[in-house]
């Protein structure tokens, strides 16, 4: 079965430092791999996603996303936070096999302050 | 706007009525999938149709749950004798199968309270 774990509910992190939310994964065979943003009031936005190939994946907004086969995790990163960044991430799987269900973590928040 | 749009926003609705939701995905868009989010949690999902065929269903779509999507262009999530259960943020998603994968791009969501 799929699973994604999200370990850490609330991620905080001052301005214009480094910022990681943590996202594992279980899934039988290769991953699809995703990161989205969900703001107050408004839809989940894509961020970036992993299909094959280079193990480090740039998205949108500056952010980036690691990804690392033998420890069956995709974590989100950005070199320089901004405030503006704080909102609710989502980390989600899909298998490349067996249908185009997707399953998404329970969300991390994050939380830069000035 | 050439986003994925859902009608009604907010729907109030008294316990054992039945409701209905709409979804416009992107018009180019062959793939549209419908998710259930709750308070703390992430999207769960629930159905996805390729073109008007519905290819696959959660467990957590009981029989009160009925989704079509005629044509291929616009969907329907239907639940009937709602429950209060049923209170939750209801999601759709639409993407354009490419390269092996498909990237998916969400509605703003309809919010459902079940008195």
């Known amino acids: 079965a799929q699973s994604v774990a999200q370990p850490e509910d609330q991620v905080n992190v001052a301005e214009g430092n480094p910022l990681t939310v943590k996202c594992t994964y279980s899934?039988?065979?290769?991953?699809?791999l995703f990161w989205y943003v969900q703001y107050p009031n408004r839809g989940l936005q894509f961020l970036l996603k992993?299909?094959?190939?280079?193990?480090l994946v740039k998205g949108s907004y500056g952010f980036e996303a690691e990804f690392n086969k033998s420890q069956t995790s995709f974590h989100l990163k950005k070199p320089s936070a901004l405030v503006s960044d704080s909102a609710l991430y989502f980390c989600?799987?899909?298998?490349?096999?067996?249908?185009?269900?997707?399953?998404f973590g329970a969300g991390t928040r994050l939380f830069v302050k000035a | 706007d050439t986003g994925v749009s859902q009608d009604p926003r907010h729907k109030i609705t008294k316990r054992g009525q039945n409701v209905t939701f709409r979804c416009d995905p992107i018009?180019?868009?062959?793939?549209l999938y419908w998710y259930r989010q709750t308070l703390g949690q992430g999207p769960e999902f629930l159905t996805y149709?390729?073109?008007?065929?519905?290819?696959?269903k959660s467990r957590l779509l009981s029989d009160r749950f009925s989704a079509e999507r005629p044509k291929g262009s616009f969907s329907t999530l239907e639940i009937q004798r709602t429950e209060q259960g049923d209170s939750a943020m209801y999601l759709c998603?639409?993407?354009?199968?490419?390269?092996?994968?498909?990237?998916?791009?969400f509605g703003p969501g309809t919010r459902l309270t079940v008195l």
């Open positions: 992993y299909i094959t190939g280079d193990n």
């Open positions: 018009s180019e868009h062959n793939r």
């Open positions: 899934v039988s065979g290769n991953p699809y």
């Open positions: 989600a799987v899909r298998g490349v096999t067996g249908g185009f269900k997707t399953i």
């Open positions: 998603a639409s993407s354009w199968l490419a390269g092996g994968t498909d990237t998916q791009y």
């Open positions: 149709f390729q073109n008007e065929a519905q290819l696959e």
